[in-house]
């Protein structure tokens, strides 16, 4: 473990917060959450002597459900005779537990909700393609690179770029603002699943029928939407109104995140480790019932056949590196604070291939229902595969829903499955919001002493904003969030990681620390990929994304509901540009009163010498 502070920035603050730490380990046993809902970079308490910022430690020491390692304590050997104390830090309680919390926060709605849609938007089995290539390529070796950037520096992510250099502060910022935009639109997506599990109950599922039958009930009637779903778009469905059971079911949603993040990642992570196999036990089923159904065999050569043509298309190359991003949820710096998690000796590269393989196989699967599913009913009504659903982003709510209706005991298994989302989903959600929480907290202790206010304030407004998507034309606004967030917030944000990294850490740096600590070695292609591939490639993407995006309206929206899209991209580039500039004031300058009392002076403190501002006396 590095030595980080010296004694004289260790002062009371340091020993009362090691006391803190000794007495939780001896008081709780905490066992790891499904990796969802964890307070990420608040979990690395910086010695300090205010008492806001010890009481933000404990919390979070509180909110984190991982096993606290009795190893990296503050040493005996290191009071006595060196007189340097080390930074205690939370750990996983084992390998397999990092591994599976990563997959806890990877495996989300994106593998059953998005990957699906995706496929069908484009065309069915070339998108898997593009889809393997990019994990090949940009997925598995950033997710690498993410993990040991945690787990080489030991600090969450806002740190752990700072440590990069004392300016990429900001980047880290973005992220966890661009995670709180997430969360907005996941939100609204976890509220659909509340409505169709409160309505999983009715005897026959209201859904039950033609595919055009689950489309009308899903678009007409839960969302208030214009129907057919194809016929219309943003501004031509008449006028937009507000929807009660979209809105209220949002409101409960937020609710439940707001008691997950105030109270912690306790209520909600053993339930999400105990639930994370329920997915696949759900799909499993639905695939064994779908194959027995006519017309199976046709929905999966659709998705198995690729049409070589449409790899021409950009737009599939695009959308399949900003759906790799988002399902192994790179660039919100979940990836970054669960490798910090690890000690340095943690065999990163295996971790990163089992988790990054066994997310993209979740989705695979998940399609493989889909389109068994859509196969079977396309024989029903006499139509293509092509031609059978709507595509964009409702289509697993009503492919599944659909699905479900054909099982014997129907609503058992719809209330089961809609349950597994939700838990999926909420996690998901509090981890986003979480994520924001704990940088506000990093950067201004004082919230942390208001952390229930903070954590209201936070969700009420995130349900404000959602307000939009929860009207009759609340689903465009989904698709608007969903893809802006994707390509212009995630896929820039881990390019300038990785062009961080190569510019101010070193890749070989990185390379050889992974095999100097782990004993195991990256491959070797890994930081040619990371150096020569990754930069030029996401960056030629990008570049042409923005270029077609002026040119062409996305999804032929109005100008306006374009305009939000960009609104929010440019609120989160404006913060990482400010924080570049401007990095957070301490918090004695701050908030008057708390003179002397040094929290960290901004997110780029010192910690290991790195960081341009002077050290922190205690
Ligand atoms: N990867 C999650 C999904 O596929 C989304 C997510 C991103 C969750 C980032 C947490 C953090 O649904």
Known sequence: MRKIHTESAMGDGMRNIVELVRQHNSDTALNHTAGASTSYSSLHPEP?????????????????????????????????????????????????????????????????????????????????????????????????????????????????????HPRAGGVGFASALGAYFMSIYYSVLISWTWLFLFRSFEDPLPWKGSISDAEAFFYREMLGSCFPASSCTLGTSGKTSLQFGPTMANALNWFMTFVCVSRGAKSIGPASLVLMPMPFAMLGILFLRALALEGAGTGIGFYLTPDFSALADPHLWVNALSQIFFSLSLAVGAMIAYGSYNTQESDVVRSALVVGCCNSACSIFAGFVVFAVIGHLAFEEGKAVADVATGGTGLAFVVFPAALALLPASQVFSVIFFLTLLALGLGSAAALVESFKAV????????????????????????????????????FFLDIFDHFIAQYVLVPIGLLEVVLVIRYYGVDRMANEILVHTEKAAPGVWAHLVKYVIPPGVGVLLVYNVVDEANSAYGGYVWWGILCGWVMVCCIAASLVYFVFFPAKSSSEAAPGLVNESPPQSPCDPLDGTSASPPVEG
Request: charged share 15%; proline share 5%; with cysteine.
């Open 440 to 475: 506000l907290f990093e950067m201004y202790p004082e919230l942390a002493q208001r952390k229930y206010l903070t954590s209201a304030a936070l969700c009420f407004v995130g349900w404000l904003i959602g307000l939009c998507m929860t009207t009759s034309d609340g689903r």
């Open 48 to 164: 300090t002597n205010n008492p806001l910022y010890e009481d933000h430690v404990r919390s979070s020491i509180d909110e984190c459900s991982l096993e606290l390692d009795h190893e990296p304590t503050l040493s005996k050997r290191s009071l006595i005779e060196e007189k340097v104390p080390e930074v205690s830090r939370v750990r996983w309680g084992s390998r397999l537990m990092f591994i599976l919390s990563a997959m806890g926060a990877a495996v989300g709605l994106g593998n059953i909700w998005r990957f699906p849609y995706l496929v069908y938007t484009h065309g069915g089995g070339v998108f898997l393609l593009p889809y393997v290539g990019a994990l090949a390529l940009f997925g598995l070796p950033l997710l690498l690179l993410e993990f040991s950037l945690g787990q080489q520096t030991q600090k969450a992510a806002m740190q752990a770029l700072c440590a990069v």
